[in-house]
């Protein structure tokens, strides 16, 4: 089974990509974060990316997410964000790394769980406020750029996914992939 990564600073357009490949047919794996900062929300939490124990209860959500797809048959699977994604929040947000996300890290490592390449999805160059995405365009390219330092230095290959239409963006993640 090939699962590929997602990834870039919020709002580069990776749900849209998601949801397009999704109506194609393939195998998505849902982002953990965002699920997390609802919850929290809901629960009466306005921020909850400011406790030091967010990124690791990000990391256990991945896990469980990442463990129930297993089981599925299809070829390609594809993961919005993954505990390397929760590594860079972590340092982005300057959060110590917890010993569950390092546990995870060298689990996913040891047993090559994800494919190298990584689809690393550009700013558009706007970002549109939501109730879990308070971030400015100016903190999206250093959080952007954060993303890409933790993935090269874990031996990933980025492939950069440039601005353009969604259509041109997801038949060149498709195409990469081997996917029609």
Known sequence: MKRY?????PG?????????????????????????????????????????????RI????????AKAT????????????PICTLALARYLDHPVA????RELDR???????????????????????????????EAVRFEHVHLEVYRDLGYDCIKIPPGTLHDRVETIKRIAGEP
Do not use: M, N
């Open 108 to 138: 996913i490592e040891t047993e090559q769980v994800y494919q190298r390449q990584v689809f690393f999805i550009q700013l558009l160059g706007f970002v549109t406020p939501t109730a879990a995405r308070r971030i400015d365009l100016a």
């Open 12 to 56: 580069a357009g990776k749900t849209a990509i998601l949801r397009s490949l999704e109506a194609d047919g393939h195998t998505v794996i849902e982002e953990a974060a965002t699920d997390l900062i609802a919850l929290e929300q809901a629960r009466g939490c306005a921020e909850p990316w400011t406790e030091p124990s967010f990124p690791d």
């Open 99 to 102: 010993p569950g996300l390092e």
């Open 5 to 9: 990564i997602l990834t870039g600073a």
């Open 71 to 82: 089981g599925g048959t299809d070829a390609v699977q594809f993961y919005d964000r993954s």
């Open 59 to 66: 990391c256990q959500l991945q896990h469980q997410r990442q």
